[in-house]
Nanobody
Framework: QVQLVESGGGAVQAGGSLRLSCVASGRTISNYTMGWFRQAPGKEREFVAT????????FYADSVKGRFTFSRDNARNTVHLQMSATIPEDTAVYYC?????????????????WGQGTQVTVSS
């Protein structure tokens, strides 16, 4: 079992930055592809970004490409999502997720474990 706990959410003005973190416990995350998803009110949970086990490959949703950066520190069992140039449409609850089997995990069904989420609110 892997437990995931997100932090770093909050309120920011458009154009500002936030750094989300996700700390894992129970298993070492070096064996897991990691991902971030988000869910805005009244909308489906959507893919944001994923990172390979080594951190050598990242993939982003078009809506965040060039603005968000996904990184991982396997030694600290932690991943980070650096959010820059934020826009109001980034407002959502952000979820960290871990996949034990998918190499390029861009769908909800690819993930085994989920955190409880952290709220991000971007005001205009």
């Amino acid at each position: 079992q892997v437990q995931l706990v997100e932090s770093g959410g909050g309120a920011v003005q458009a154009g500002g930055s936030l750094r989300l973190s996700c700390v894992a416990s129970g298993r070492t995350i070096s064996n897991y592809t990691m991902g971030w998803f988000r869910q805005a009110p009244g909308k489906e949970r959507e893919f944001v970004a994923t990172i390979s086990r080594s951190g050598g490959q990242t993939f982003y949703a078009d809506s965040v490409k060039g603005r968000f950066t996904f990184s991982r520190d396997n030694a600290r069992n932690t991943v980070h999502l650096q959010m820059s140039a934020t826009i109001p449409e980034d407002t959502a609850v952000y979820y960290c997720a871990a996949s034990s089997w998918a190499l390029r995990a861009m769908s909800r069904g690819d993930y085994d474990y989920w955190g409880q989420g952290t709220q991000v609110t971007v005001s205009s």
